[in-house]
């Protein structure tokens, strides 16, 4: 079991600076420093830069920023789930992006709950960032993000490619035909807010298309996708999402694919944990369960 010195290593990793981890974790800044200074003469080597008054790890820092990360998440892991250990009761606790929270695993987790009854189940939904700070904190067991991250420092599998596309109401003059990726600069664009995942795939596309958002004529930032759904689907714009999320729009024809030449998107849902975890055996049979599950609802059994 990691100390609390480690505990202080890992506060001073995440907000790169002596005073605001000594605020959030109610001490003093030099005792902070020497916290620190302990953990450098314990293992014998450097783990913290301060050039220029700006904090940065060292190689040897950052093994053990990713192993003490680690640690503290097995350990509790470990805690919460020792009792149903020899139970038929399986409990996790993980997180979600908004459009696989909201749109992907409402789905599976109903067909599990029906299977496993006991299943006792938490899940937090919130946007990529926000996820990995609560996985390296030991808040979450897993997550399944859409969104991008270093894949270096986790340990992730890809828990499905998805089509990346544009919609519009099936009113617009988009439903009607193919188009140049020109073209839909003219409409009303409708997306999501900063730090959404879908936003920033979507800043990407248009970077690799050489545009930038500023090649629309309006563009309206909305934080919620039921929402932008409704108001692409009465005419008001046009947005890209996956289809996974639109689906029962397009089915019903309230929202078209707009058919863009030579357009074609698939992009990663990745099931992370952090690396080396003694529970990744563990976490990776609920992977193949929640994977089994929505391969299911794919092909509608």
Do not use: W
Not at 158 to 167: H, M, Y
Not at 197 to 204: A, L, P, S, V, Y
């Amino acid at each position: 079991m990691l100390d609390f010195r480690h505990e202080t290593f890992l506060t001073l990793c995440s907000c790169k600076s002596f005073t605001k981890a000594a605020e959030l974790l109610h001490v003093t800044q030099p005792a902070v420093s020497q916290h620190i200074k302990y953990l450098e003469e314990f293992y014998g080597c450097k783990l913290i830069n301060t050039d220029n008054r700006k904090i940065s790890l060292t190689h040897q820092g950052e093994l053990l920023r990713e192993f003490a990360r680690t640690v503290f998440s097995d350990s509790k892991h470990f805690r919460e789930n020792i009792l149903s250990v020899h139970t038929d009761t399986m409990q996790f606790s993980f997180g979600a992006t908004l459009s696989i929270g909201e749109y992907v695993m409402p789905e599976i987790l109903s067909r599990l709950l029906i299977k496993y009854p006991n299943l006792k189940i938490h899940m937090s939904v919130s946007n990529t960032h926000v996820l990995l700070e609560q996985l390296n904190k030991g808040e979450l067991d897993f997550i399944v993000v859409e969104g991008m991250f270093d894949k270096s420092e986790y340990d992730s599998t890809l828990f499905s490619l998805e089509k990346f596309i544009p919609v519009c109401s099936s009113k617009s003059e988009f439903a009607k035909g193919e188009i140049g990726f020109q073209e839909i600069t003219k409409s009303r664009l409708i997306l999501r807010e900063k730090g959404s995942g879908t936003r920033e795939i979507f800043e990407n596309l248009l970077h690799k298309n050489n545009y930038t958002l500023h090649a629309f004529e309006k563009v309206i930032e909305i934080g919620n996708m039921a929402a932008i759904k409704k108001m692409v689907s009465n005419d008001l714009g046009i947005t890209f999402l996956f289809e996974v999320v639109g689906k029962r729009e397009i089915e019903t024809g309230n929202l078209s694919i707009i058919k863009i030449n030579a357009f074609s998107e698939l992009r990663e849902f990745n099931f992370v944990l952090l690396k080396n975890s003694f529970f990744r055996e563990r976490y990776m049979e609920i992977y193949e369960l929640l994977k089994q599950e929505f391969n299911d609802m794919k092909i509608g059994i």
